[in-house]
């Protein structure tokens, strides 16, 4: 049976619902809370969409100098 969160990993158990690393995610929001979701958007998303921002501005950069 396939873990409830990643659903790629196998359950560590059939009473558990979710796999190894999942269980350790669960662990860290029983302990940290609300900041462990905090972190991953601070992270993973505004890291990726910095990177957009980044990309949109190198395009638009070498737009204008051919446009000169
Ligand atoms: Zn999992």
């Excluded at 690393?21 to 462990?36: A, E, H, M, P, W």
């Excluded at 501005?57 to 070498?62: A, D, L, R, S, V």
Aim: proline share 0%; with cysteine; glycine share 2%.
């Amino acid at each position: 049976m396939s873990c409830y969160l990643c659903r790629e990993e196998s359950r560590i158990s059939t009473l558990g619902y979710y796999c190894h690393n999942c269980k350790k995610i669960q662990d860290l929001i029983s302990v940290y809370g609300k900041r462990v979701y905090e972190v991953l958007e601070e992270v993973l998303v505004r890291k990726e969409a910095q990177q957009k921002h980044k990309i949109v501005q190198e395009i638009k950069k070498e737009v204008s100098r051919k446009n000169e």
